[in-house]
Every structure is written in structure tokens, then in C-alpha cells.
């Protein structure tokens, strides 16, 4: 039968020492309720270790099968993306084949063309981002124009992807679909690092300030967009005083449309500072917007030293007749201008009237004013 006592080693020192011996199996000079005290604590301190050990096992077991798990789930998901957006024009055709086969029709030509016009085709979000995943995998489309459907958020964003890779698109007209601020946004973006892009309608799109902001900040880092179309947009002052101020740096846009997207006089102030220096701004439209007359006198003062600006689109915006005589003043020493639009103003002097005439006739070749004036309907004068 094994003895009762306990080991040596877990005795106190004096007795595991030789300093007492045992008598009927009881330590005579230990102190038993002690000892046992000082061995109970020893053991819940090895439970709750091990009850550690044991939740720490459990915890790395359960990571164990959420790895695994997750790496299925992973392996699941990627060949269910495999199927549903298969890679490649091959593929991309075929997912257009069965969303809109008319379309699908032009593109499988044996010659791949450079240049569609899908405008008012009815074509929605989804089959819209098929056409920018096959426009961001070609290398021979340079013109496309998606005007007037149904593009959504996604589509627009598709589009901005694209623009990012394809080295060809020259011309891209989206306009009067409903892309968002969010796409608006992306294809700004795209435009930082594009370089073949050189015409972009974008106009009548729900884009707003964000859009716009982001659109500036393209224009001061782009070097090929010549023309750009941001009309019927609810851009804002904010916003259109940020793109023109960009036109002070910006050495490529040739043409920048901006009727009615609800611009101030910070974007009039703005646009005669720019006009001071820039070189190769050609054409500039900003009808129905609502300037002002400073932002306008402005502007006249700034067109006595620009050289390029050929014409200048100024009708429906609050102007008075300070404002004409100021552009009169303008007209008599300005060499580039050859069409100046200013219908819809508030030039009721008819002195105003005789000025803008004297202005055109004195040397200015080619040149057509339109003007609208209360009482006096339409005038077009062209030499």
C-alpha cells in the first residue's frame, strides 16, 4: 500500500532536511494545516492554468476552422465572380449577346471598329458597364458616344476604370445620362493620369460641387482634353470658380462649356483673372448662369489683353448696361474675338445698342454679336 505522506520535496525545508522524523506515519515537527494550505493553493493555481491553457487551445481551434472556412469561401466566390464576369472580349461579348444581342451584333464585326454611336439606345446600367470593360480591353476604338440612355452610377464608374488603361479613346460623349456626382467624380480622377482623351461630353449628368471640385483638380495635372462639356450640371459657384482658376495653369483646353450650372460672381471674378493669362482657352460658354455686373466689367477688362479667346458666351446672366459699355470699351482694342453672345441681358439703353454697333464696325472682321434686348427683339449683326 503506497504511503499517505507527501513527497520530500514539497515539505518544508527543515523537515525535507533530516530535522524531524515520523511518527506513525505523521510528520512530528511539521505543521500539517499549514503544509496542506500552502499544497491546496499550489493545485488551484495549476487548475486555472491549465483551464487557461485549455481556453487558449480552444480559441486557437476555432481561428483554425474560420481560417479554413474563410479560404472556401474565398475559393467559392472567386470562381462564382469567374462566371459572372468572364474575362476578356470573348466573354464580355458573349454577357452582352445575352443582355442586348443588337449591340453585341456591331461589335463582333471581323474589323473592330474605331468608332460607335450607340446614342438612344435605351441601354441600361448593367450593359453599360459591359461596354466599359470592352472599352478598357481595346485597342482600336477611339470615338464612342453613349448620349441620351440609361447609364447609371456603376456604368459611370466603369467608364472611369477604363479611361485609366485604354491608350486609343479620343472622344467620349456620355452626356444626359444620370452617372451620379459618385461617377463624376472617378472620371475626374481618370482624367489625372489619361493621355489620349482629348473630347469629353459629361453634361446633364446629376453631377454637383464634389463632381466639379474634382473635375479642377484634373485639369491642372492634364495635358491632352481639348474640349470639355460640363453644361446643365448643378456644379455651384464653388465649384465653377475652381475650374476656371485651373484655366491659369491648364495649356491644352481649347473649348470649356459651362451654360447653366448655377455659377456666381466668385466664377466671373474668378474667369477675368484667368483670362489675363491664359494662351489657348479658344471658346468659352457660360449662358444662364447669373455672374453679375462686377464679375462682368471684369471680364471686358480682361478681354483688352487676352489674345486668344475667340468667342465668349455671356447671354443670361444679370448683366446691366455698365456691363456693355464696359464690353464696348473691350471690342475697340480686342483683335480675337469674333462671336460674342449677350442675349438675354438687361441692355434696355438703347445707347448700349448703338455702342456694341460702333464697336463691330470699327475693324472688327467676321465678327457676330448676338443680343436680345426688351422691347426690341433679336439683333444679329455679322460682317
Do not use: W
Not at 70 to 95: I, M, N, T, W, Y
Not at 217 to 239: C, Q, V
Amino acid at each position: 500500500m503506497a504511503s499517505s505522506n507527501p513527497p520530500q520535496e514539497l515539505l518544508p525545508a527543515a523537515a525535507a532536511a533530516g530535522g524531524g522524523g515520523l511518527v506513525g506515519g505523521v510528520l512530528d515537527d511539521i505543521n500539517i494545516e499549514e503544509t496542506e494550505k500552502q499544497l491546496q493553493k499550489e493545485k488551484d493555481d495549476l487548475v486555472k492554468k491549465l483551464v487557461r491553457v485549455d481556453a487558449a487551445i480552444q480559441l486557437l481551434q476555432g481561428l483554425k476552422r474560420r481560417k479554413v472556412q474563410a479560404e472556401s469561401a474565398a475559393h467559392c466566390s472567386a470562381h462564382r465572380v469567374k462566371v459572372e464576369q468572364p474575362d476578356g472580349q470573348a466573354g464580355l461579348l458573349a454577357e452582352l449577346q445575352k443582355l442586348r444581342p443588337d449591340l453585341a451584333q456591331v461589335l463582333k464585326k471581323k474589323k473592330a471598329p474605331t468608332s460607335i454611336y450607340f446614342s438612344e439606345k435605351t441601354i441600361d446600367d448593367a450593359t453599360g458597364v459591359i461596354l466599359a470593360k470592352l472599352l478598357a480591353n481595346s485597342s482600336t476604338m477611339q470615338s464612342l458616344c453613349l448620349s441620351r440612355n440609361q447609364l447609371g452610377s456603376e456604368a459611370g464608374k466603369a467608364f472611369a476604370e477604363a479611361l485609366k488603361t485604354n491608350k486609343t479613346l479620343t472622344s467620349l460623349s456620355i452626356d444626359n445620362n444620370p452617372i451620379g456626382n459618385e461617377a463624376g467624380v472617378a472620371i475626374a480622377e481618370a482624367l489625372k493620369t489619361n493621355t489620349t482623351l482629348v473630347d469629353l461630353s459629361i453634361y446633364q449628368n446629376q453631377l454637383g460641387k464634389e463632381a466639379g471640385m474634382a473635375m479642377a483638380e484634373a485639369l491642372k495635372t492634364n495635358k491632352t482634353l481639348k474640349f470639355l462639356a460640363l453644361l446643365n450640371n448643378d456644379l455651384g459657384d464653388e465649384a465653377g470658380k475652381a475650374i476656371v482658376e485651373a484655366l491659369m495653369t491648364n495649356t491644352t483646353l481649347c473649348k470649356l462649356t459651362l451654360n447653366k450650372c448655377k455659377l456666381g460672381p466668385g466664377t466671373g471674378m474668378a474667369l477675368a483673372e484667368a483670362l489675363k493669362v491664359n494662351t489657348t482657352l479658344k471658346d468659352l460658354l457660360l449662358r444662364f448662369n447669373r455672374i453679375g455686373d462686377e464679375a462682368g466689367k471684369a471680364i471686358a477688362e480682361a478681354l483688352k489683353t487676352n489674345t486668344t479667346l475667340e468667342e465668349l458666351g455671356l447671354a443670361f446672366n444679370s448683366l446691366g448696361d455698365e456691363v456693355g459699355s464696359a464690353l464696348v470699351e473691350a471690342l475697340k482694342v480686342n483683335k480675337s474675338l469674333k462671336m460674342l453672345l449677350l442675349d438675354g441681358n438687361n441692355f434696355d439703353c438703347s445707347s448700349t445698342i448703338s455702342l456694341l454697333k460702333e464697336a463691330k464696325a470699327k475693324g472688327k472682321k467676321n465678327f457676330g454679336l448676338s443680343m436680345e434686348f426688351i422691347g426690341e427683339g433679336d439683333y444679329m449683326f455679322c460682317e
